[in-house]
């Protein structure tokens, strides 16, 4: 009885420690907290609490929804007879988008599968960044997508909530 007693808690330790999976660099869920703009207008802009971003990361797919605007949006009254303007201050800052991704190194590739944008969703659509990290902080570095560098990439700086 007692050698199937430490043979039991081997089993269950092995299985246990074979189960608990390291994470990746990037997975887990982050919120954005500030981001660096260069080109024309650069500047860092903190973002606010309550953050209205949120990147969930497995190890190999991502989703992402964030709100892309300095200030508040408006609150349609009536979305059935909105004019086009009203409809592009509130729907027009939002970003929704889901897809797998790679790490290789420092660099992360993103392959969208769904998208608010169409065009993020074109065949062969991707793009790339640089990333450091130092704990629960990351830095994201935008560098090229499917039609070459961009000119003024942007930083973001984001946290793990969790």
Known sequence: MKK?????VGILSVSGIASQSTRGPVEG???TVEITLTGPGARTI?????RPNLLIATARHYTRVEV??????PILPDPATATADELRAV?????????????AGNVITMRPIAAKN?????????ITYTFKRDGDTIWVTQQRN???PFANPFTLKAVRIE
């Not at 892309?68 to 949006?73: G, H, L, S, T, V």
């Open 146 to 148: 499917q039609n070459g």
């Open 91 to 103: 729907w027009g800052p939002f970003v929704g988008e889901a897809g797998t991704y790679e790490v």
């Open 118 to 126: 169409p065009a993020a969703m074109v065949p062969g659509a991707f």
């Open 68 to 73: 892309q605007a300095e200030k508040p949006r």
């Open 4 to 8: 199937l007693l430490v043979v039991l």
């Open 29 to 31: 869920v982050w919120q």
């Open 46 to 50: 903190a973002i606010p609490e309550p």
